[in-house]
């Protein structure tokens, strides 16, 4: 039986639940609970992810890539930090 993954915001295309998925090729990327019927995702980088923070600018959770130089990246790809 496959556990339920914690919700990490609201889907930008449905209003589904964002949740962390991995694909066949065993990386990390968030996607719409409400597959197949929503195709909404969003794309990870390499490496080890810790979920942190919500962000200042929009809400929505940040990832920390944990690394030599950790960073946190904004889970939502139209947030305003990311224009920056």
């Given at each position: 039986m496959r556990k339920k993954n914690k919700p990490l915001g609201k889907c930008?295309?449905?209003n589904g639940n964002l949740v962390m998925r991995k694909s066949k090729h065993d990386r990390k990327f968030i996607g719409c609970?409400?597959?197949?019927?929503c195709t909404f995702t969003i794309s990870l980088p390499k490496g080890r992810l810790k979920i942190s923070e919500k962000c200042k600018?929009?809400?929505y959770l940040t990832i920390t890539v944990q690394g030599m130089r950790p960073w946190k990246v904004c889970i939502n790809p139209e947030c305003p930090s990311k224009k920056q």
């Open positions: 930008l295309k449905c609970d409400n597959y197949p019927e600018h929009c809400n």
